[in-house]
Each structure stands twice: as structure tokens, then as C-alpha cells.
């Protein structure tokens, strides 16, 4: 090699790899041996030296240039990076832990019977069939999945060979079944497949890779309320299940969602559907006020059964009276609102139902939320039975929605989960006068009709029951129905202000009363009564009325 030929900066290695190279031969030329020995003593070290250097140099990179890692984060191959959720007060409902998965090579095992043994002590729920299949292969595989930092610790105190341990991050929600059909549920490897975790799944993994947690519309407190509330009265009245949602009128936020029970995987309030009953008698009204076809003192014959064709519909609870339309809606007159939608026509109907959300799953961010069973003949008589809410199936999630935008002003905006609301402008059913006629007689109800059990001391709760019996094998079986009660507070006050919309539905009740003035109203009052304080309601009580003057 010729060195001139060299850049000068690299020449001072090539004359030194030279003179190394040519020692060894002027060493045994000039018969000096112990140059020989010192000369190669030295390459040894020189050889170890840069060896160490180099570990030295990897290790410190390691130590403090390597990226941290910690729960949530890509500490390990395995890491599932997804942000904690939270309800939109920073209060904590979903988070990862890591947790570790058992590998053992039993070809790396000295004793695999003593192995099972010592294993099967230190971990009880390890599966005997699953470890003794492990142990008796050829090949390192999972034995069980999930173990906790201390059951990791017990195991590897075992300090037996071919067993070994993966990390591997686990969602884990700390308030057991709360909010449990809100939430959803995450994979293993950090896609959301239920609830928020999928709908919001993009988001939520975005927030972790910044290390930020995501929030949700839902308050805790509102919601362990809701579900207090809704399985109290569910158990008590030995129920086949029941739902019950809180939304913000204004924004459409939804702070509390409950479906009971809660061990099922049924999420009732998005994906059941029923024929809701007399609570569909608020749209007929609305429908017959905001078109100009009746006013407040329009008079509807209800004194006798009402018949179309060869159906004969009757009420309830019969007045055999002629009723003014305030009062078709407190004495909850299926006759009544039969001939509103006779009246009204097919087409009209259904753009109303359209505006209300009626005939279309309701738009919210949740995968689960199911489109409704609609009629496909609008006749005379289809209609008069959708008056009552019988003849289409919504979901509860579709019943709070239009229910919002008739009560808010008349704005139909989409319900969501993410805090602060969609920010969508919304679309106008009604007229902000008919919405203001809606809240009077849905507190006319509370105050004088079937909706009494539903009334809060000072906040002013105004609703509206419904009752409905359950077809069954082509029959409708009275001893199988629902009881519902749809209801606003505060119902008074300017047309822009905050209101809350509260719907509970209680499926199946068993004992006790079946109608929704008996099962569902309460829950309502009570639910209304304990959140109030945390929405900044100011309760307002009003005095009592005079005594009348004696005249003279």
C-alpha cells in the first residue's frame, strides 16, 4: 500500500498499522525477543481496551440518550400507546397497566414435574391442562397471559429455568361496571373494539402519542347517580332491564348513560328497540301546533271510541268527554292525538318524524347505535297508532334526541360523548313558540296530569309518561310492557336557557306498578333532585297561592 497516495489526515493510522505489521520481523532480525513479547502484550491491550470503550459508549447511550418509557408509553415492543380517558372533569375511567405474559421452553426446563409444582403454588388460576401441555412440548410458548407486577415477582423468585416474561400493557377501567357500555373495551394490541374506545379510537391513541389524557362528555357524578337511581328502582320492581340517559339541551352533551343491568353486554340505550307509547304523543302535538292545524283550545271529540275502518281506538283513561288539546295531552288521550295524526296526513308525519330524528339511527359518535323499525304504509290507521307509540320501534338513544330539540328552542343537534359538543350548528324542527308551548304542557303534566311522581322541589321538571304492552307471538300481552317518562328541567324561563333532558325507561317491570307514572317518574324526580346542584340549577320556590278573599 502506498501511503503518499493517502489524504494526510488518515496517514498517521497507515504508518502506525506499518510499523505494527513490519515489528515482529525486526524484532527476531535483531534478535531481540522481548520487544517480540512487549510489542504483542501490548496489541492484547489495545485489542481489550477499545472492546471496553465500546460497551462503555453503548452502555452510557443507553442510560441517557435512550427514549423513557412508562405505563402508556412504547417502553416495550409490546406497548400499547393509548391515552388514559377521563370524564370532563379529569376524573379517571380508563387507563393501562402493564402486566406480564408467562413464556416457558421446556427444553430449557431441568425439572419439569418440580416446575409444574413450584408454578401451580405460586400461581393458583394458572390452568394445570395448559401448563402441563406446555411443559410436555418442544417449543417456548404463552402459558397465561396478564400476570400483575407482583405475580411476575412471585413466578421469577422461582428462579427456574425456561421461564421467561413479556410485557404487554392492559386496559383496565378502575370503576368496574360504571359507565361500562359507555366506555367499550380495547383490544390487546390497542384498538378500540366497543363504546368510546372504538369510536373514539383515533383520538384516543393520538392523545397518548402526546402524552395527554381524552375526555369525555360524561360527568361521574351525574353518572354514578343515574346508575344508582335506575338499579334501585329496576331491582325493586324485579325488571327485565332499563336505561336512562342526562344530555345537555343546549349542546346535545350527553353527561350520564346507564344501561341496566350493567353485566350485560347489551347496550339497551343504543341498540334495544321499543315501542315507546304515550310519550310519542309529544310529537303529534308538536307536529299539530307547529303546522297551525290546532292551537291550545282546539277541541278534539274523545267521548266516544274513535273508528277507523274497522278499528276501534279508545282511551285509557277514558273522560268520554270533548277535550281541548291541553287536555288530550294531560289525560294522555289516544283518541285524541288518532285524529291530530289522521288530520294531519301521511306526508306531514313523516317529515316531522324525519326532523325529529324518528326514522334514522340517532347520529352519535358510538357504532352501536341502531336504526329504528319504521312502518313502510303510512295509512289512517299506521298513523293513529304512531301518534300513541305504537307501530314503530326507536331506540331510548333516538327518544332523548328528539326530545332535546323540542325543548331546546326547536334545534334538532346531534347527542354526543366528546366534551364541549360537536359545535354543529344543528337543524330546525319547530318553531322557538311551539317549543315553548311543548315545555308548558310537559309541565302541565308534571304539575296536573300523569307525571306528579316526577316533580323536584324548585326545579321546575316537566315530562311526559309512556306506557306500552310488548307484542309477543302476534299479541300484545299486557303482563309484558314498558313504563317511560321523557322529561325536561327546568321546563320555565327564557328560550335560551340551559336545560337538561332526563329519559328513563324501565323494560319488563314485574311487580309493582307497569305504567311510567309509577316506575319511570320517580327515578326521574329523584335523579333531577341530585344533580341539580352539580349543573348549577338554582332551585326556585314558589309561594303559595292566596286564599281567596270572602266577598262580602
Known amino acids: 500500500m502506498d501511503a503518499r497516495r493517502l489524504v494526510p489526515s488518515w496517514r498517521w493510522l497507515t504508518e502506525a498499522m506499518w510499523w505494527v505489521e513490519h515489528s515482529f520481523g525486526r524484532a527476531r532480525a535483531d534478535a531481540r525477543p522481548e520487544e517480540d513479547t512487549r510489542v504483542r502484550i501490548f ?61 416457558i421452553d421446556p427444553r430449557e426446563v431441568w425439572d419439569r414435574r418440580l416446575a409444574a409444582e413450584q408454578i401451580r403454588r405460586a400461581l393458583p388460576r394458572v390452568s394445570r391442562a395448559k401448563l402441563e401441555r406446555v411443559l410436555s412440548g418442544q417449543r417456548r410458548l404463552i402459558v397465561l397471559p396478564g400476570l400483575t407486577p407482583q405475580e411476575k415477582a412471585t413466578v421469577h423468585a422461582l428462579a427456574l429455568g425456561g421461564v421467561t416474561f413479556e410485557p404487554e400493557d392492559r386496559r383496565v377501567y378502575p370503576l368496574g361496571d360504571s359507565a361500562t357500555h359507555v366506555l367499550g373495551a380495547a383490544d390487546t394490541g390497542g384498538q378500540g373494539i366497543s363504546g368510546s374506545e372504538l369510536a373514539f379510537n383515533a383520538d384516543i391513541r393520538a392523545a397518548g402519542q402526546k402524552g395527554e389524557s381524552f375526555p369525555l362528555s360524561i360527568d361521574l357524578r351525574v353518572q354514578g ?66 303546522t297551525g292545524r290546532a292551537d291550545m283550545n282546539t277541541l278534539y271529540d274523545a267521548s266516544q271510541p274513535y273508528m277507523i275502518g274497522n278499528r276501534r281506538i279508545t282511551d285509557f ?44 339511527a340517532a347520529p352519535i359518535e358510538l357504532h352501536e347505535s341502531a336504526r329504528p323499525r319504521r312502518p313502510q304504509n303510512w295509512a289512517d290507521s299506521t298513523r293513529a297508532s304512531m301518534s300513541f307509540g305504537y307501530g314503530i320501534m326507536i331506540t331510548p338513544l333516538q327518544m332523548t334526541a328528539a326530545t332535546v330539540s323540542l325543548v331546546n328552542g326547536g334545534v334538532y343537534r346531534p347527542l354526543t360523548l366528546r366534551r364541549g359538543g360537536t359545535n354543529a350548528e344543528g337543524r330546525r324542527v319547530v318553531s322557538v313558540e311551539t317549543s315553548r308551548d311543548i315545555r308548558n304542557l310537559m309541565r302541565a303534566n308534571v304539575l296536573r296530569g300523569s307525571g306528579k311522581r316526577a316533580d323536584a322541589a324548585g326545579l321546575r321538571v316537566g315530562g311526559k309518561t309512556g306506557s306500552a304492552n310488548k307484542l309477543v307471538n302476534g299479541r300484545y300481552d299486557a303482563s ?34 307497569r305504567q311510567g307514572g309509577g316506575v319511570a317518574a320517580p327515578v326521574v324526580g329523584r335523579v333531577a333532585d341530585r344533580i341539580a346542584g352539580f349543573l348549577n340549577v338554582q332551585r326556585r320556590i314558589d309561594p303559595p297561592a292566596p286564599a281567596p278573599v270572602p266577598t262580602a
Open 43 to 103: 496489541l492484547i491491550l489495545c485489542v481489550f481496551s477499545a472492546i471496553f470503550v465500546c460497551l462503555a459508549l453503548g452502555a452510557m447511550n443507553a442510560a441517557l440518550l435512550a427514549p423513557k418509557g412508562g405505563v402508556g408509553a412504547a417502553s416495550h415492543p409490546n406497548a400499547v400507546v393509548r391515552a388514559d380517558i377521563v370524564d370532563r372533569n379529569g376524573a379517571l375511567l380508563a387507563t393501562n397497566i402493564t402486566h406480564y405474559g408467562l413464556y
Open 225 to 290: 347517580i343515574l346508575e344508582n337511581e335506575l338499579g334501585m328502582a329496576a331491582s325493586a320492581a324485579e325488571a327485565k332491564g332499563a336505561v336512562g340517559v342526562v344530555a345537555n339541551a343546549t349542546t346535545g352533551e350527553i353527561l350520564g348513560m346507564a344501561s341496566w343491568p350493567t353485566t350485560d353486554s347489551l347496550n339497551r340505550v343504543t341498540s334495544a328497540h321499543y315501542e315507546m307509547g304515550s310519550v310519542f304523543k309529544t310529537f303529534t302535538v308538536a307536529i299539530s301546533l307547529d
Open 317 to 360: 283513561h277514558a273522560t268520554n268527554e270533548i277535550l281541548t288539546l291541553e287536555e288530550v295531552y294531560l289525560h294522555s288521550s289516544n283518541i285524541g292525538t288518532s285524529r291530530m295524526a289522521v288530520e294531519m296526513g301521511a306526508d306531514t308525519m313523516r317529515e316531522y318524524f324525519t326532523r325529529f330524528g324518528l326514522l334514522d
Open 480 to 513: 309484558r310492557g314498558i313504563g317511560s317518562f321523557a322529561s325536561v328541567f327546568p321546563a320555565d324561563g327564557p328560550d335560551d336557557a340551559q336545560r337538561y333532558v332526563i329519559f328513563v325507561l324501565v323494560d319488563e317491570p314485574g311487580v309493582g306498578s
